[in-house]
């Protein structure tokens, strides 16, 4: 019974269909992006402040509708001598009041009100292009610190059958003990590299995990999450100038300065209209008491209309003050316009920069991991032959190891200045590509990208 009890624990354990046990999720860098777009704490606090946004419309538009307002009074007298009058007095009202002339203000209030929901879906855009640039960012980063660990697995997997094979040697008495020290220091030399990169993967799954709005329990001890692809390079060659004028048209922040100033200019009407009068026609209905007696019954009601201005001819100075303050705040929106618009500039032009680096830095890696390949071989060929030593090999080998992480670390600074340069411009990278070489170079280009796989060291010093 025992046996048959356990054989049924194992199947419900290893037997249920992959549907009923708990998977983890897995994301491209596409889905990525869809994740933290939906679920980033950032993202979702913009989108309350569009809602904050679009609560401030429906109360400016409340001037152009009819208020309705209720009043109502009662006091009851102490007399210090005789008197005819009543000693109590009441009075209640309802009344229906509409905005005839108000200078201006309602106007103003509502294009303002308009003019804030446009500048913070910007926002919200300008906070959404950099999230998604952050994610792209953290995902290649991460792509990266996992290539880095099977990098570095290899690399510690054949110094230690270097160790193993020098150890043998010694044994044999083929080789001294300096070469089995070599082999070991050359392996604790690369161990730390090795749980360097673990950590960064590690550093990698916090980052996506925060920008993704998700919460990682403190004793998880796997990642709540899969990224799937390998750190690739794809060419893409835009043109500087066409850059330049995509961020000038497309960029929310831009546009989002731009509102300023026009909210400004509102508010400065706004302002203004508080030089004119105000003029409102109401009517109601009214119970009220007399308290004197010789003018009539107590209880009296009836319905009133009647129209209500104001005009405050002279405040104190209180109007001119705030309307010297909207100009104020008006030409620092364009200052901060004219700061933006030489940031975005610059934004592109260092993310242009550093992408036309990276591509050349991996044209130059890619031929130098070719060149350390190489001269592994020779330094295993001279070794044979009694003209090198064993430093030479541990010296080549490490070479390759150092060529190989280098050239990861260009694909990834690509990537991540294709990210930047596209929410500079306010695009996706794909839409980047503008063609600005002819197909030959082009074509010439997808032919080298193809070399540009992520490239391992050797399984072993006898191999290539």
């Known amino acids: ?40 704490p950032e993202i979702a606090i913009a989108r309350k402040q569009v809602q904050a ?26 007399h210090q001598g005789q008197s005819n009058l009543r000693n109590e007095d009441y009075n209640a009202s309802l009344r229906v009041l509409e905005n005839i002339y108000t200078g201006g203000a309602v106007t103003s209030q509502v294009a303002i ?25 953290a995902f290649n980063e991460l792509l990266l610190n996992r290539a880095k660990i099977r990098v570095r697995e290899d690399s510690v997997r054949v110094l230690e059958e270097e160790l193993k094979s020098q150890q043998e040697r010694l044994s044999a008495g083929i080789v001294g003990t300096l070469n089995v020290r070599r082999a070991e220091v050359a392996l604790a030399n690369e161990r730390p590299e090795l749980i360097n990169a673990q950590t960064q993967l590690k550093n990698s799954y916090l980052r996506l995990a925060e920008l993704f709005g998700i919460d990682v329990r403190p004793a998880a001890g796997a990642a ?32 989002a300065r731009q509102k300023d100033i026009q909210i400004e200019d509102r508010q400065y009407t706004l302002d203004q209209s508080e030089l004119r009068p105000h003029v409102q026609a109401f009517s109601g209905y009214e119970v009220y ?6 003018a009539g019954p107590e209880f ?11 005009w405050n001819v002279f405040d104190g100075f209180a109007t001119k003050g705030r309307m010297q303050a909207t100009r104020a705040r008006r030409e620092a929106a364009a200052q901060a316009l ?3 618009r030489r940031t975005v500039a610059s934004d592109v032009r260092s993310a242009f920069f550093d992408l036309d680096q990276a591509e050349r830095v991996l044209q130059a890696e890619t031929k130098n991991v070719q060149t350390a390949d190489e001269a592994l071989e020779i330094a295993k060929t001279n070794l044979a032959a009694g003209l090198g030593t064993q430093l030479d090999i541990l010296q080549a080998a490490s070479d390759v190891t150092r060529t190989r992480t280098t050239r990861l670390s260009a694909i990834y600074l690509h990537n991540v200045a294709l990210a930047r340069l596209a929410r500079a411009c306010a695009s996706r990278p794909e839409a980047l590509d503008f063609g600005s070489r002819v ?26």
């Not at 074509?443 to 290539?464: C, G, M, Y």
Request: aromatic share 8%; glycine share 4%.
């Open 300 to 310: 009296n009601y009836g319905y009133l209309v009647g129209i209500n201005a104001t």
């Open 289 to 294: 008491s007399e308290r004197d007696p010789d």
């Open 113 to 137: 009100a308009r003019q804030n929901i446009e500048k913070q879906d910007y926002e919200l855009q300008e906070i959404a292009n950099r999230v998604a640039m952050d994610v792209r960012v």
């Open 224 to 255: 709540p999450f899969e990224v799937v692809g390998e750190l690739q390079y794809h060419p893409n060659h835009p043109d500087l100038n066409d850059c330049l004028a995509r961020a000038e048209t497309n960029r929310p922040v831009i546009k």
């Open 1 to 40: 019974m025992r046996l048959e009890f356990a054989a049924a624990a194992l199947f419900i354990t290893f037997g249920l269909p992959a549907p009923l046990q708990a998977a983890i999720p897995t994301y491209t860098v596409e889905e990525a992006v869809a994740l933290a777009q939906a679920q980033n």
């Open 439 to 464: 197909s030959s170079e082009r074509n010439q280009n997808r032919k080298e990208a193809q070399a540009f796989d992520v490239a391992r060291p050797p399984a072993k010093l006898s191999e290539r």
């Open 53 to 78: 946004a679009r609560g401030g419309l429906i109360e400016a538009r409340s001037g152009y509708l009819p208020s309705v307002a209720s009043t109502g009074l009662f006091d009851k007298r102490q």
């Open 338 to 340: 004219a700061a933006v």
